[in-house]
């Protein structure tokens, strides 16, 4: 069967607050592609060209459990938002990641920037890869999947 995130450049989408004055209260579908395999290391350096990430190692500011990010960018402050990935257009989403950084910001202006520098990407934290974490320290507080034994072995639904 095919897996959520198979595949090196992974279609996905997360919403964003539309800039316009008249509908900023409204959410707009943004679509980015997820970046794995051959093509992730290539979207990680590819923050050489900013130049606030020049004195620091590129793998200590992102980590194995980050998904690396291109497309339409996120907002300063939309850090937290989750990133969706269609199943075969059968309209069901699942989050896959939450906003960590990025390293270019569209909004800075009213008008939201539609073409970005080649350094621009949004770094996600894998939800995948912090399932276990989360379940063994908030099993008290938030309901699980029932029936799962182990959220080490948990994978992407088919």
Known sequence: GTFLLSGSDVPAEFLSRK???????ELEKMKVNIKRNNLRESCITA?????NYTKISLHELVSPRHLCVQGEMSC???????LTVNVRDRKRFFQVGILSFGSFNPCEKP??????????????????EVLPWLHQHLQGEVQFQPDTNNYEEVVCPA
């Open 76 to 82: 300063k402050g939309e850090s937290g938002g989750s």
């Open 111 to 128: 008008a939201r920037k539609t073409f970005f520098p080649d350094f621009a990407r949004d770094f996600y934290v894998n939800v995948l």
């Open 19 to 25: 800039k316009d004055k008249e509908n900023k209260n």
């Open 47 to 51: 923050l050489h060209g900013n130049e």
